[in-house]
């Protein structure tokens, strides 16, 4: 599912963040929502902050090298 993202001046961007005490469901969902949202939106990379999540998460896609 892509989310959405928020933008300067929401509160998410600025909470303090929790860390993940244990890998469940709920958190491989958001990790797979998360990479579809930043590649609906083609960015590199992205943190749960940017979409409104207070967590110690980011996801991150290298493009391949064209040389």
């Known amino acids: 599912m892509?989310?959405?993202?928020?933008?300067?001046?929401?509160p998410a961007l600025r909470a303090k963040n929790r860390k993940i005490a244990k890998i469940d469901d709920r958190v491989c969902?958001?990790?797979a929502d998360m990479i579809e949202t930043m590649r609906a939106h083609r960015l590199i990379g992205m943190a749960a902050q940017q979409i409104g999540s207070p967590l110690q998460r980011f996801v991150l896609e290298v493009p391949k090298s064209t040389f």
């Open 2 to 10: 892509i989310l959405e993202i928020v933008l300067y001046g929401h």
């Open 29 to 31: 969902r958001l990790a």
